[in-house]
């Protein structure tokens, strides 16, 4: 709480007072806090892989590398780490267009099915590598809704790859649908690695991960569940994890049928 004082006697000398002025600052103060963290964060984000690619291309500038075989295997750091960089700064500029209230959605009415395929598509390389399976479990008729293409695809893609990233060899990955009125909810479960009870509650911030070095390793920029909570969000829906440390995780995604209000008429079910 900030206060404000000034003394006040009005010119006859007969009266005199205080103005006190009480201000709230915990909240500025929270925002400021937050975005003072989010630029350390950032800065040091991009540091780590800017620092690898210079001590390397310095090395092999320097002619301390004979042999082409190392100097194939550092260039191939230092272009694994400019991917680093590349992938933080997509995610960056998707969160950062979710802070302006401008971010404009392409809504239109897509199939459910559809959009699942296709993002187990693109992620079905990877699963195969660490042979999961991806197990779909939708309703048979075609089912729609309103929503942003690419956003949602974004959405399902980032945790569809958080479910192959942290599950093992031979995972099973199932997605399921559920329909209510008004809503859907897209479950996608893993039985990986779990997060920990005292995790769950900061899953979602900007660049929180459990273990630091196993998301890096796997390719992660601490963004993933951020952009997701924004996205879903931003469509009137919501997101929620449950974990068992250990044992797996599940994801709810939930979406509006339709989007505004007024035309809950050409709800398609
Ligand atoms: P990252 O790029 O590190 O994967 P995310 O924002 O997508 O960042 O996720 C944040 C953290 O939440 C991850 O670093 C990981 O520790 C944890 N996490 C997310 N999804 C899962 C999952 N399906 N199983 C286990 N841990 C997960």
């Known amino acids: 709480l900030k206060v404000n004082f ?4 009005d010119d006859s000398l007969q009266k005199a007072g205080a103005v006190f002025v009480l201000t709230d600052i915990t909240e500025e103060e929270r925002l400021e806090n937050m975005r003072r963290e ?11 892989p800017l620092t690898s690619i210079k001590s390397y291309t310095e090395t092999i500038l320097e ?16 272009n694994s780490e400019a991917d680093r960089m590349s992938r933080l700064v997509r995610d960056l500029l998707e969160l950062t267009s979710f802070d302006s209230a401008s971010v404009k959605l392409k809504y239109a009415q897509h199939n459910i099915n559809r959009l699942i395929s296709n993002c187990i598509l693109k992620v079905k390389v990877t699963a195969d590598q660490k042979r999961q399976a991806i197990v779909k479990r939708l309703v048979d008729e075609p089912i729609s809704a309103e929503f942003d293409y690419d956003k949602i695809e974004q959405l399902v893609l980032n945790i569809l ?6 599950s093992g060899e031979e995972g099973i990955i199932e997605i399921d649908l559920k329909s ?37 390793m796997l390719g992660g920029t601490g963004l993933g569940l951020s952009i997701a909570k924004e996205i879903a969000e931003a469509h009137g829906g919501a997101i929620g994890i449950q974990s068992v440390y250990g044992h797996g995780t599940v994801v709810t995604i939930n979406l509006p049928y339709t989007q505004g209000v007024g035309n809950s008429e050409t709800n398609v079910v």
């Open 6 to 9: 000034a003394p006040y006697l």
């Open 38 to 48: 989010f630029v350390a964060n950032v800065s040091h984000e991009l540091k780590t």
């Open 63 to 78: 002619g301390m590398v004979d042999d082409p075989e190392t100097e194939k295997t550092f260039l191939e750091v230092v």
């Open 161 to 166: 790859s958080n479910a192959i990233k942290y």
């Open 180 to 216: 209510y009125e008004k809503t859907f909810d897209l479950v996608i479960k893993d039985n990986g690695i779990g997060i920990p009870e005292e995790d769950m509650n900061r899953i979602f911030e900007r660049f929180y991960r459990v273990d630091k070095a196993r998301s890096r």
